[in-house]
């Protein structure tokens, strides 16, 4: 009952948090939620793999490599799909959120839009499964006394009251999640757009060329003072795949991103994730180029 209590105090909270206006609150319950997601797997995966045990499907020395393996988050949901715990097209969604946690806690910021999203994801993903994925737990009077305290502070009577107000959530979201991935890619687009009429001079080979040259400068300087493992010979084969814009494409890319709205959330994602690829190395060299010209008119005003 006290693992419960747990679960019942931080995704009281969680909830609160993800409803409140500001930034600042929602990436507090983006870290809540995802804590709880966490340790929810960690329990059924060990769970499940006991039980494996029992039955003499896995000996003891496997059972406590793979459990030992789970400070990693990423062996936890590889573990919890292979299990059939989630399904497979949550999985990536999953370790998005988390990786986006991780940016929120140890950097303090993540996009806003990325933030609702992933709350989004985890509220529809706990209304499904955490009922479920409780334990059956013994538990004293004072550990009652302290699961009153606490649906008391949250203002529930009983752990179906916590699904109600996740339930409440979700019903207003009218596809909100595949909307945000949507005006991603379509932020991505406009950026493009205005790029080629103000600093391309309306041409697409030109376009390319700054874009492309400027990512690959910045990072090939960044790999001269890497100390870690040498990447420098994969740099040809990513120049070679590199995606190449023009009017067709951009035409393309707003039918896709418009078509994002429509497809049920793990489906968007995936395809979400395929345009994100292609375009946010484009993004991220228009961005440096801006970076240089703005320093070299600051040294020009000196």
Known sequence: M????????????????????????????????????????????????????????????????????????????????????????EAPIINYCHKARN??????????????????????????????????TCYSDSENESTNEILNKEGISKLSDIIKKLEQINKLQNNAPQIILSNIIYDFIIQFEDFYECDSKESWEEFNKIAKNQYFYDFE?????????????????????????DSIKIEILKEQAYQLKKLYIEDAFKKFENLFSKLNPIYIGIMLYYSEQEYLASLNED
Not at 221 to 235: F, N, P, T
Request: proline residues 1%.
């Open 2 to 89: 006290r693992r419960k209590n747990l679960y019942y105090a931080q995704l009281g909270e969680a909830i609160a948090l993800a409803q409140n206006k500001r930034f600042e609150y929602k990436r507090i319950s983006l870290i809540l939620f995802d804590n709880i997601v966490e340790n929810l797997l960690f329990s059924q995966n060990s769970q499940k793999l006991w039980q494996i045990l029992v039955m003499g499907e896995k000996n003891k020395v496997k059972f406590d490599k793979i459990v030992n393996s789970f400070n990693n988050f990423d062996n936890i949901v590889k573990h919890a799909k292979k299990l059939k715990i989630i399904k497979e097209k």
């Open 103 to 136: 940016k929120l806690y140890h950097s303090l910021f993540e996009d806003y839009r990325i933030t609702d999203f992933c709350i989004f994801f985890y509220c529809s993903f706990l209304e499904r499964n955490f009922t479920s994925f409780l334990e059956i």
């Open 221 to 245: 300087i960044k790999q001269e003072k890497h100390k870690g493992v040498d990447i420098s010979e994969l740099i040809p084969k990513f120049r070679k795949n590199w995606y190449n814009i």
